[in-house]
């Protein structure tokens, strides 16, 4: 089994500042980390909730898919984040089992993480991302 557990799961939202509050006052959830990652024109802010996390999107930019997404389908469920041991062969094995990579080779995520994202095409609807944790990053 490559896939160790859920990291996270990705909501789109216009107003972070929004979504963080009501999170905080519905479930009394907390930001754990906050980060902009300019790659993919997001800024993101993780609770964490048991050893897995939420993960509020918003675009930093008109242009990135987040902005498109929302743009297209509105705000809620962007993407699906799987926790592998090796972002690597887990890409090679979603290949080979007939996914469309949008990530032909593994990369640099947010909090020191390696990942590579899989098209939804090919994957029943859904963008997944493969998550490694790089434990020295953190």
């Known amino acids: 089994m490559?896939?160790?557990?859920?990291?996270h799961v990705a909501i789109a939202v216009r107003d972070l500042e929004a979504a963080i509050d009501y999170y905080a006052r519905a479930f009394g959830a907390t930001v754990e980390h906050r980060e902009i990652v300019e790659?993919?024109?997001v800024e993101e802010a993780l609770?964490?909730?048991a050893e897995s996390y939420i993960q509020l999107l918003t675009p930093t930019s008109e242009t990135?898919?987040?902005?498109?997404a929302i743009e297209k389908r509105g705000e809620g469920l962007h993407h699906i984040g799987y926790r592998?041991?090796?972002?690597g062969v887990a890409l090679d094995s979603m290949i080979?089992?007939?996914?469309?990579?949008?990530?032909?080779?593994?990369?640099?995520?947010?909090?020191?993480?390696?990942?590579a994202f899989?098209?939804?095409?090919?994957?029943?609807?859904t963008?997944?991302?493969l998550v490694q944790e790089n434990p020295a990053a953190h």
């Open 118 to 125: 899989i098209h939804p095409k090919g994957s029943f609807g």
């Open 84 to 87: 592998v041991d090796d972002c």
């Open 2 to 7: 490559l896939l160790t557990e859920i990291d």
């Open 47 to 49: 609770l964490k909730v």
């Open 127 to 129: 963008l997944i991302e």
């Open 96 to 115: 080979a089992a007939g996914a469309t990579a949008i990530d032909k080779a593994p990369r640099p995520g947010s909090r020191g993480t390696t990942v």
């Open 64 to 68: 990135s898919p987040v902005a498109k």
């Open 39 to 41: 790659s993919d024109g």
